[in-house]
């Protein structure tokens, strides 16, 4: 091999792994992702990885799949225990998103974070067990933040209005909706199509089944860095669910209460 064909061979070799750690996910398309790790401000320490996983398949607009069950990774930014005069933080990033052979480089924004408790609840059929049907496909569920899902007619619904769309296996689409009162406005990125919402409903927004935890920062100051406050102590469970939104340093950040 002369020394010019050498040069271009080990010029490829170079390229490829950066191709695969250089992928893009466009802003404004929603991860829902369960938490493996344990978050607690007593214990935990700048630095502490973190992992979840993809609870849903999510097809980015130019029909790419990243499929379920691809892991998430992030790390703890910073961590405060509370005092007399100021509330528990723990700061959190995500920052790579891991589907086969490609890694995602990623920033996000912290939309609805759900209690292990409220996770498994929406996973599970309203009516009595003598009413479940002949297979969970005909089951009918509440997500969190209180969407219908019927799996038997495909449907996500507020009272009677079609929201959305759901499978016989339980996965949800559909687009986000604005709760202003928790703290989510309307938003152009992102809004145009169904997203992969897993068990949130389209306009959750804040935290659910916490007493007291706070998402002080939602992810857009600084730019996917995510702050969770409490009175005395945060705690989150592993098996938490975690409705992340994509940003981009240009835009703002859509998570419930973000600052």
């Known amino acids: 091999m002369n020394p010019r064909m050498m040069l271009l061979v080990g010029v490829f070799g170079l390229l490829m792994p950066a191709t695969n750690l250089a992928q893009e996910i466009p802003a404004g398309t929603v991860l829902p992702v369960m938490m493996s790790s344990d978050l607690n401000s007593a214990k935990a320490k700048p630095g502490d990885k973190l992992c979840g996983k993809l609870m849903q398949t999510v ?46 480089g990623i920033s996000v924004s912290l939309r609805a974070l759900a209690s292990m408790g409220d996770v498994f609840a929406a996973q599970l059929p309203w009516s009595t067990f003598d009413d479940y049907g002949t297979s969970s496909s005909d089951w009918n569920t509440v997500q969190v933040g209180g969407a219908a899902v ?97 940003v981009e340093a240009r835009t703002a950040g859509a998570g419930g209460n973000a600052k």
């Not at 007493?211 to 592993?238: F, H, N, Q």
Request: hydrophobic share 40%; net charge neutral.
């Open 59 to 104: 097809i980015l607009a130019s029909g790419e799949r990243i499929p379920a069950g691809a892991p998430l990774e992030g790390q703890v930014v910073e961590v405060a225990a509370a005092s007399a005069n100021a509330s528990a933080r723990l700061v959190v990033r995500f920052d790579q998103l891991i589907a086969g052979q490609k890694q995602f």
């Open 150 to 246: 019927y799996r038997g007619d495909g449907t996500v619904r507020s009272a009677m209005e079609v929201i959305g769309h759901a499978t016989d296996s339980g996965a949800v689409t559909a687009k986000l909706l604005p709760d202003v009162k928790r703290g989510c406005a309307a938003e152009p990125t992102g809004s145009a199509r169904e997203q992969s919402l897993w068990v949130f409903s389209p306009w959750a927004c804040g935290t659910y089944g916490f007493e007291d935890l706070t998402i002080a920062r939602g992810g857009s100051r600084p730019m996917g860095t995510i702050e969770l406050t409490a009175p005395k102590e945060v705690r989150v469970r592993g098996g938490s669910g975690w409705l992340l939104q994509v």
